[in-house]
């Protein structure tokens, strides 16, 4: 299965500043997904990501927040824009292969 | 959105003691996957269940899938401090390489005390 690479881990950030996450995978995949995981809560998708195409956003979630880029297959970005304290979450990307679904190790992030 | 109902919330048992968690829906799912998650990490897939009625085995670990593709189980025989974790079932509505997304049950969250 695809191993991905996410960073950073962890970060805690100032009110109203912005952070991108990086996700990098060993393979090309055709889509990728962005999840947000709050505090004791399940998965919940942010966005699809398309190489060449923009991204596909759930319900709740817009562009302005949460800008992807997707500038090849094996990578994508996520950013969380003028953070809030809501914005206190664990974000994971997700793809998908033939061998199923694998989870980067996640971003946890704390906005104070 | 496809909803994933899942119980119980939360469980705590010995070791040695065996138990059972629910995944429930109103939809049909092509597939059904099983993870489970540690502190710090993500998500890490314990198995794909496919066809109706399908039962696999990994080790103390039973999942099987309902007949009408609408529910799942998860079965752990004599649960190890080491089955500590949030479980956490999921639903595609198409093939794991056809690019859906997967909806996510609430999760249970298991603790195994010695």
């Known amino acids: 299965s695809a191993v991905i690479s996410q960073k950073p881990s962890r970060d805690i950030c100032q009110r109203g500043t912005s952070l991108t996450i990086q996700c990098q995978v060993d393979?090309?995949?055709?889509?990728m997904f962005w999840y947000r995981q709050q505090p004791g809560q399940s998965l919940t998708l942010i966005a699809t990501?398309?190489?060449?195409?923009?991204?596909?956003?759930e319900s709740g979630f817009v562009i302005d927040k949460f800008p992807i880029s997707r500038p090849n297959l094996t990578f994508s970005t996520l950013t969380v824009s003028n953070m809030s304290p809501e914005d206190s979450s664990i974000y994971l990307c997700s793809v998908s292969s033939n061998y199923g679904y694998t989870f980067g190790s996640g971003t946890r992030l704390t906005v104070v | 959105t496809q909803l994933l109902e899942q119980s119980p919330q939360f469980l705590s048992i010995q070791e040695g003691e065996n138990l059972t968690v629910y995944c429930n829906s109103s939809s049909v799912f092509s597939s059904l996957q099983w993870y489970r998650q540690e502190p710090g990490e993500g998500p890490v897939l314990l198995v794909t269940v496919v066809t109706g009625g399908e039962v696999k085995k990994l080790k103390r670990l039973t999942f099987q899938f309902g007949d009408a593709r609408k529910d799942s189980s998860l079965h752990i025989t004599a649960a190890q401090p080491g089955d500590t974790g949030l479980y956490l079932c999921a639903g595609a509505s198409g093939g794991s390489n056809s690019g859906y997304a997967l909806n996510f049950g609430k999760g249970t969250s298991l603790l195994v005390t010695p």
């Open positions: 393979s090309q995949v055709t889509m």
């Open positions: 990501a398309n190489q060449g195409s923009e991204a596909t956003y």
